[in-house]
């Protein structure tokens, strides 16, 4: 496994992540169970900050889908990077962490009426605009409030990223955004710029995750700035907003070549500047909207090794106490991960095995075929790179609580998520009075069932 931030392996031949051994984290903490790295999520979003702020006044607002919850809120804010929300959850999340509102970007596709009004009362600082239904409504919801939101229209600029089919976003046939070839998206600008409460500030485009290739932001960036030439063309209005989307590539296992965060800054920026001098056409506030790149490498999972069944020429499965509920990613896009026994870290390679999780699904397989020293029952797994879309994604299928979250730093662990409980689980479950007069539960209460 890649050591990545701030991860080593010390004299125990532990692996040490933020200056704690792992082993005393699962102690302590129990598994499975998420560590951030907060000197690497810290350094990674001052790595966006110089490439974009500092150098080119951009604005950097990290993406929430990715992993949000207070204490990263709190951090984002620090560091500060703005925000994209794509929920009335997550914004209520950013709300009550204190985020300064007016620098919480609004997503989403299907923006509820009243997370629409939650997004006006919390004065957030921009909206981005999916589809003519929700300019519309915002048009009417904010001439009833008295406001005028500043919004970006998001389109789709018809680049295709390479990248996993369900992660793609840019496409034409894509439930995102309006398309700049079919002409909605300039339909969409003149009804904008004729609508009395929308402050149309600019474009937005997001044309994948995972992404390796720079030039595909290039590419996205010359089909926007020629969409704006054409409405400047076309209203005499042009944008001053400009937001190229997430989506950088981050190491997961071998093959995975991310670029650097300031090489994406260069590639994007300047094909704006060279496209707005190109077409006459003021330089317009380049946006990024990083997600992946800054949360996941940042985080690793960490599970206690249970069953291990050997099926003798055919394959060696090892269990873990977690799973698809806690990483949803593989099940989903086959992902593939890397990890390390954190417990004998050193220790040199022996067989191949696939680590399973404890869900009823054959597909809840974390890894497949990694090799590593033998497992053995009660040795702690170490999975890398799990800061994004794992926590963000978990479920509670099987009923299994989800793990905690520790954040790591200079060898102190605070608890920034609780484990979930049992009664966690039971939470919202109610039973009707004439459910309970039944015969099952009688002869529950009575021991016998
Ligand atoms: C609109 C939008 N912005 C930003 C992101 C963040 O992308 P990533 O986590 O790949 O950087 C996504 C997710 O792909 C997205 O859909
Ligand atoms: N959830 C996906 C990425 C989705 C991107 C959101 N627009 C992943 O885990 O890779």
Not at 132 to 152: D, I, Q, S
Not at 200 to 225: K, N, P, R, W
């Amino acid at each position: 496994m890649k050591l990545q931030g701030t991860m080593k392996i010390n004299d125990k031949g532990h692996l040490e992540i933020g200056g704690c051994d792992a082993v005393d984290l699962a102690k302590r903490f129990g598994t499975p169970l998420y560590v951030m790295d907060e000197q690497q999520f810290r350094q990674n979003c001052r790595n966006y900050y110089r490439a974009f702020t500092d150098k080119y006044d951009g604005t950097v607002i990290y993406a929430g889908k990715t992993l949000l919850t207070m204490a990263i809120c709190h951090i984002i804010a620090e560091e500060g990077l703005s925000l994209d929300v794509v929920s009335g959850g997550e914004l209520y999340t950013a709300w009550k962490a204190r985020f300064p509102m007016e620098r919480v970007f609004f997503h989403g596709n299907n923006k509820t009426r009243v997370e629409l009004k939650m997004a006006l009362d919390f004065k957030v600082g921009r909206i981005m605009a999916d589809n003519l239904y929700e300019l519309e409504t915002l048009n009417h919801l904010a001439g009833e409030a008295g406001v005028k939101p500043r919004v970006l229209l998001r389109l789709t600029p018809g680049v295709e990223a390479h990248t996993h089919e369900y992660i793609k976003t840019g496409q034409v046939d894509s439930k995102f955004g309006m398309a700049i070839e079919t002409g909605q998206a300039m339909e969409a600008v003149k009804i904008a710029l004729g609508l009395e409460n929308i402050n149309l500030t600019g474009f937005h485009c997001h044309i994948g995750s995972q992404i390796f290739e720079l030039e595909s932001y290039a590419h996205a960036a010359d089909v926007m700035m020629s969409f704006a030439r054409e409405v400047k063309a076309e209203t005499g209005w042009a944008p001053y907003e400009m937001n190229l989307g997430g989506g950088l590539g981050i190491y997961y296992a071998l093959g995975d070549e991310p670029q650097s965060v300031e090489k994406y800054a260069d590639t994007a920026v300047r094909a704006v500047q060279e496209l707005a001098e190109k077409y006459h056409l003021p330089m317009p506030r380049v946006m990024v909207e990083p997600g992946r790149s800054i949360s996941g490498p940042a985080g690793t999972t960490l599970y206690t090794v249970g069953a291990i069944k050997d099926i003798p020429g055919v394959r060696k499965y090892v269990a873990v106490d977690g799973g698809m509920g806690d990483n949803p990613r593989p099940a989903m896009y086959q992902s593939r991960y890397e990890a390390i026994i954190a417990n004998r870290a050193a220790e040199p390679i022996e067989e191949k095995v696939s680590i399973a999780g404890k869900c009823c699904e054959s597909g809840d397989m974390l890894i497949w075929d990694i090799e590593l020293p033998a497992l053995q029952p009660g040795d702690i797994l170490a999975v890398s790179a799990t800061g994004a879309y794992n926590y963000s994604m978990s479920m509670n299928y099987n009923r299994l609580p989800r793990p905690a979250m520790v954040l790591v730093r200079e060898g102190e662990a605070d608890v920034i998520v609780a484990r979930e409980t049992y009664d966690d689980l039971l939470r919202n479950d109610l039973v009707p009075d004439r459910l309970k007069k039944k015969g099952t539960v009688k002869l529950a209460e009575a021991g016998t069932a």
